[in-house]
C-alpha cells in the first residue's frame, strides 16, 4: 500500500510542471494588416518563443510567471516588444503584433 502511495505522488510531482505551463499565441501582421511569415516571437532572456507560420499565426509554451516581456521581430520591420502579466491562474495569453516596416541604412563596402 506504501509502495503504491508512493508511485502516485511521484507521478503528480512529476507531472506538476506540465500543469504550469502557460499557452502565449497570436498573429503577427504588418501596417496593411497583412500576415507576416517567419517573424521570431519570444520571451525576452529566455529559449521561449516560436516563429510565425504562412498565416501568421504562432504559438509556444512558457512557467514564466509575472511581468513577462514578450518581443515580436523580422528581418526589415522594426522589432515591437510587449510586457504582459502571467499569474498563476492564467492558462492561455493572447496576443497581437503590428510591425511597421524599417529601412536598413548599410555603409559602403570598401575592396
Do not use: C
Not at 515580436?72 to 495569453?93: C, E, N, R, W, Y
Request: hydrophobic residues 45%; aromatic residues 6%.
Amino acid at each position: 500500500m506504501k509502495r503504491q502511495l508512493h508511485i502516485i505522488l511521484l507521478g503528480l510531482l512529476l507531472a506538476a510542471p506540465a500543469w504550469s505551463q502557460v499557452v502565449i499565441r497570436g498573429k503577427v501582421f504588418n501596417t496593411q494588416m497583412k500576415p507576416l511569415e517567419n517573424a521570431n516571437i519570444g520571451i525576452l532572456n529566455s529559449y521561449a518563443g516560436a516563429t510565425t507560420d504562412a498565416d501568421g499565426n504562432f504559438s509556444f509554451t512558457t512557467d514564466g510567471r509575472g511581468s513577462v516581456k514578450v518581443v515580436a521581430q523580422m528581418l526589415g520591420f522594426a522589432h515591437q516588444p510587449m510586457t504582459i502579466m502571467i499569474s498563476d491562474t492564467t492558462k492561455q495569453v493572447m496576443l497581437k503584433f503590428i510591425l511597421s516596416e524599417e529601412s536598413i541604412n548599410l555603409d559602403g563596402v570598401t575592396v
